[in-house]
């Protein structure tokens, strides 16, 4: 029986890789069976592409209305030809450990041959988006392990928004639930793989751009301590791995890690992720529901999914140390902002001068912001990275705690095209709210020697997933990956057992 008989187009589009990997050696399919049958997935839902690299401004909501939106373009030739070659490496046996499984690179990679333009109008204004002539280190590594680029995916503007919209390539959309929104700003990331368009994708994560759009399609994405990845030279900054597996994240995470020498804070010896880890029974993981967070608590799908956590942690046996660290969205993202945008300071205000009448509104905020800021901002962030650092010390791990748990957004209702409009506000128990201030990730890039995973721990009433953080002590990604592997296999799993996303567009 041929081997595209034995699956659908959708079973080999949401084969993880690990199950990809293991097929292709046994010669059951080819790679060029998955690449296909996504293919045909990014024409059935993906939408046009915004290849005219027009200005969208008025015409967000109507651009690619009820599709994804994921993409920017595609390298789908070179990626058949990459297919092929990846058969013919599984046939002879000389395989690579990412042979032939397809990748989604964000718009914040140097891939050779790509524009990387960051989702704004001012990089062609400004002629600053030629091709690459080099693949930056994440894209080299990932074309060693054998990896097929099938596209890149899109971001919000300079990837300064928690949603990912922009005047350049419009709105993209969850494939869950179509109305809302994708998460920021590895946005296009999360979506694509959603949708089933690619097996794995890459995330960069500055104020939680891994974790949120993991969270919100039910994804899990690691944003590694600081050093681990080699990535932009930003104290704020991560690179990691995006799957819809525990196993594939692992997979992924292992071949993006290790030192470099074109980095010269990349952390060694490279560090080993294990397939396996050992069972969490007997141990303590600390849990802080965040409820005040906001005045009025957090969504109720989120404190329900909180206790679903616990109560599986509480399964596989680890017992479960309630923590209240108290911080306030009002209090410390007025503290993050200034001191994460005096890290490039200079390229913000020098794009923000030369045409402000081509910035999206939350690009022209964050630039005006950054005009405003001054050395006392910058001791405020040291002082809070200090004191938060004590806090969560004191709280968690001084108790012999091995992770903390935590939501990762305090709503999985946010618009797609979340403040294009002053009507478009995440709703929080009938609250409506603007700004970053609904996700609950910015403290660990403050203090980014903190590994955290986002995993799924099921949907909302609105069909959005929502995800839980999961914080390991500094530099302790083993802990993280324990903990996470273990909710892994107590709470149900989604991209199996009929639970894939179906594209409804529901309010």
Same mark, same amino acid.
């Given at each position: 029986?041929?081997?595209?008989?034995?699956?659908?187009?959708?079973?080999?589009?949401?084969?993880?890789?690990?199950?990809?990997?293991? @097929?292709?050696?046994?010669?059951?399919?080819?790679?060029?069976?998955? @690449?296909?049958?996504?293919?045909?997935?990014?024409?059935?839902?993906?939408?046009?592409?915004?290849?005219?690299?027009?200005?969208?401004?008025?015409?967000?909501?109507?651009?690619?209305?009820?599709?994804?939106?994921?993409?920017?373009?595609?390298?789908?030739?070179?990626?058949?030809?990459?297919?092929?070659?990846?058969?013919?490496?599984?046939?002879?046996?000389?395989?690579?450990?990412?042979?032939? *499984?397809?990748?989604?690179?964000?718009?914040?990679?140097?891939?050779?041959?790509?524009?990387?333009?960051?989702?704004?109008?001012?990089?062609?204004?400004?002629?600053?988006?030629?091709?690459?002539?080099?693949?930056?280190?994440?894209?080299? %590594?990932?074309?060693?392990?054998?990896?097929?680029?099938?596209?890149?995916?899109?971001?919000?503007?300079? +990837?300064?928004?928690?949603?990912?919209?922009?005047?350049?390539?419009?709105?993209?959309?969850?494939?869950? $639930?179509?109305?809302?929104?994708?998460?920021?700003?590895?946005?296009?990331? !999360?979506?694509?793989?959603?949708?089933?368009?690619?097996?794995?994708?890459?995330?960069?994560?500055?104020?939680?751009?891994?974790?949120?759009?993991?969270?919100?399609?039910?994804?899990?994405?690691?944003?590694?301590?600081? #050093?681990?990845?080699? +990535?932009?030279?930003? &104290?704020? +900054?991560?690179?990691?791995?995006?799957?819809?597996?525990?196993?594939?994240? /692992?997979?992924?995470?292992?071949?993006?890690?290790?030192?470099?020498?074109?980095?010269?804070?990349?952390?060694?010896?490279?560090?080993?992720?294990? &397939?396996?880890?050992?069972?969490?029974?007997?141990?303590?993981?600390?849990?802080?529901?965040?409820?005040?967070?906001?005045?009025?608590?957090?969504?109720?799908?989120?404190?329900?999914?909180?206790?679903?956590?616990?109560?599986?942690?509480?399964?596989?046996?680890?017992? *479960?140390?309630?923590?209240?660290? !108290?911080?306030?969205?009002?209090?410390?993202?007025?503290?993050?902002?200034?001191?994460?945008?005096?890290?490039?300071?200079?390229? @913000?205000?020098?794009? #923000?001068?030369?045409?402000?009448? @081509?910035?999206?509104?939350?690009?022209?905020?964050?630039?005006?912001?950054?005009?405003?800021? #001054?050395?006392?901002?910058? /001791?405020?962030?040291?002082?809070?990275?200090?004191?938060?650092?004590?806090?969560?010390?004191?709280?968690?791990?001084?108790?012999?705690?091995?992770?903390? /748990?935590?939501?990762?957004?305090?709503?999985?209702? /946010?618009?797609?095209?979340?403040?294009?409009?002053?009507?478009?506000?995440?709703?929080?128990?009938? %609250?409506?709210?603007?700004?970053?201030?609904?996700?609950?990730?910015?403290?660990?890039?403050?203090?980014?020697?903190?590994?955290?995973?986002?995993?799924?721990?099921?949907?909302? !009433?609105?069909?959005?997933?929502?995800?839980?953080?999961?914080?390991?002590?500094?530099?302790?990604?083993?802990?993280?990956? %324990?903990?996470?592997?273990?909710?892994?296999?107590?709470?149900?799993?989604?991209?199996?057992?009929?639970?894939?996303?179906?594209?409804? $567009?529901?309010?």
């Amino acid at each position: 029986m041929a081997a595209t008989q034995r699956f659908t187009d959708d079973e080999l589009a949401y084969l993880s890789a690990t199950e990809q990997i293991g @097929l292709f050696k046994a010669g059951t399919i080819t790679p060029t069976d998955v @690449l296909e049958a996504q293919i045909r997935r990014v024409k059935k839902y993906n939408g046009e592409y915004n290849s005219a690299r027009r200005d969208l401004k008025d015409e967000l909501d109507t651009f690619n209305a009820g599709k994804v939106n994921a993409i920017t373009f595609d390298c789908f030739a070179e990626a058949r030809q990459l297919a092929n070659e990846a058969g013919a490496r599984y046939r002879n046996g000389t395989a690579r450990p990412l042979e032939g *499984v397809t990748v989604g690179v964000k718009n914040d990679h140097d891939v050779r041959g790509w524009r990387r333009d960051g989702g704004s109008l001012l990089a062609d204004a400004l002629g600053i988006s030629a091709p690459g002539e080099a693949d930056d280190d994440i894209a080299a %590594r990932l074309r060693a392990a054998g990896a097929i680029f099938s596209f890149q995916t899109t971001v919000p503007e300079f +990837c300064m928004s928690s949603q990912t919209w922009s005047r350049l390539y419009g709105v993209t959309r969850n494939p869950w $639930n179509l109305f809302y929104g994708t998460g920021g700003s590895s946005g296009g990331s !999360g979506a694509a793989l959603a949708a089933g368009f690619c097996t794995l994708a890459t995330g960069t994560d500055m104020a939680g751009s891994i974790r949120i759009p993991s969270a919100m399609n039910g994804l899990y994405g690691f944003k590694p301590p600081f #050093g681990r990845v080699p +990535c932009m030279e930003n &104290a704020y +900054c991560s690179c990691g791995p995006m799957a819809r597996t525990f196993d594939d994240m /692992v997979l992924l995470q292992n071949v993006l890690c290790g030192p470099s020498s074109k980095v010269h804070y990349s952390l060694r010896p490279k560090l080993d992720y294990p &397939a396996e880890y050992r069972p969490i029974g007997g141990e303590k993981v600390a849990v802080d529901c965040f409820r005040s967070w906001f005045p009025e608590g957090l969504d109720r799908d989120v404190d329900a999914s909180m206790d679903r956590a616990a109560a599986a942690l509480e399964a596989a046996g680890a017992e *479960v140390v309630e923590v209240d660290l !108290g911080w306030k969205a009002s209090e410390l993202w007025p503290i993050f902002l200034p001191g994460h945008l005096n890290t490039d300071l200079y390229g @913000l205000c020098q794009f #923000g001068d030369r045409k402000p009448e @081509l910035l999206c509104p939350y690009a022209a905020e964050f630039i005006a912001l950054a005009r405003r800021i #001054g050395p006392q901002d910058s /001791v405020r962030s040291s002082e809070a990275i200090s004191r938060m650092h004590q806090e969560v010390q004191a709280a968690v791990f001084a108790q012999g705690c091995v992770a903390l /748990v935590m939501p990762t957004v305090a709503t999985p209702r /946010v618009p797609a095209d979340f403040e294009a409009t002053s009507e478009s506000k995440a709703d929080v128990n009938g %609250r409506k709210l603007g700004g970053l201030s609904i996700c609950l990730t910015c403290a660990w890039n403050m203090m980014n020697a903190y590994p955290v995973v986002n995993l799924p721990v099921g949907l909302s !009433g609105r069909n959005v997933p929502i995800g839980v953080q999961v914080v390991g002590d500094t530099f302790d990604d083993l802990a993280a990956f %324990r903990v996470s592997e273990a909710l892994s296999k107590a709470l149900p799993q989604l991209y199996c057992d009929g639970r894939f996303p179906d594209f409804r $567009n529901a309010r």
